[in-house]
């Protein structure tokens, strides 16, 4: 079945660690996305990607890095310069469902915590 | 870049009766998507109802419906005959027409009551 696994489903990070969450499609989409979801809110724009080797920054991109060198990957690196990155973190890829209406295709979420 | 607003940050409502969530959102594009989703206590996302702005028609998904007023900029979500799975945070959301840029709003936890 085709989808996205984001990988892994809780991550710990030490301070002053880089740490990276991966995200594999394996839906041809061209454009992916990462979101950051803080408890009981919204979900924030972090970085999207429209296709291979591109990417732009979102509202909260400080303290994140990105890469899309393969269409089925686009990993986040959550760098030491975020000092609050505990947070629920969602990926997701934009294309067509079987009624070829365009939606968001998401993961199944990273929860990141601080030791 | 555009901003979408809800309101209501939590809503409750007795099973079988109807509920309303409210949305606006803030554009100067003539072209683009409206969504909502719902997103239960195991956290993934699930689409509910999509709206093309160019569509007058408001779309409908089962108990679900909207209420698109392009002008307004509003785009509001009744649900009919809640039901207790309906239980959730919703959040609307905003993608331009031209790029893949999607914005979602705050969400509204919404409670559904026996």
């Known amino acids: 079945d085709g989808g996205i696994t984001q990988s892994p489903k809780y991550l710990f990070r030490k301070e002053g660690q880089n740490v990276t969450l991966s995200c594999e499609q394996n839906?041809?989409?061209?454009?992916m996305y990462w979101y950051r979801q803080d408890p009981g809110q919204g979900l924030r724009l972090i970085y999207y990607?429209?296709?291979?080797?591109?990417?732009q920054k979102g509202d909260i991109a400080e303290g994140y890095s990105v890469s899309r060198e393969k269409k089925e990957s686009f990993p986040l690196t959550v760098t030491s310069a975020q000092k609050n990155p505990t947070a629920f973190y969602l990926c997701?890829?934009?294309?067509?469902?079987?009624?070829?209406?365009?939606?968001?295709?998401f993961g199944s979420g990273t929860q990141l915590s601080v030791l | 870049a555009q901003t979408v607003t809800q309101s209501q940050p939590e809503m409750s409502v007795q099973e079988a009766e109807t509920v309303t969530l409210s949305c606006t959102y803030d554009?100067?594009?003539?072209?683009?998507?409206l969504f909502w989703y719902k997103q239960p206590p195991s956290r993934q996302m699930i689409l509910v109802i999509r709206?093309?702005?160019?569509?007058?028609q408001n779309a409908t998904e089962n108990r679900f419906s909207v209420n698109f007023q392009k002008a307004a900029k509003s785009f509001s979500l009744k649900i009919s005959d809640s039901q207790l799975g309906d239980a959730a945070m919703y959040f609307c959301?905003?993608?331009?027409?031209?790029?893949?840029?999607?914005?979602f709003g705050a969400g509204t936890r919404l409670t559904v009551k026996p």
């Open positions: 997701a890829s934009s294309g067509y469902d079987r009624n070829l209406n365009e939606k968001l295709f």
């Open positions: 839906l041809n989409h061209d454009a």
């Open positions: 990607s429209q296709i291979v080797n591109d990417f």
């Open positions: 554009t100067s594009e003539s072209d683009y998507y």
């Open positions: 709206q093309e702005a160019y569509k007058q």
């Open positions: 959301a905003y993608r331009s027409w031209g790029n893949n840029d999607m914005r």
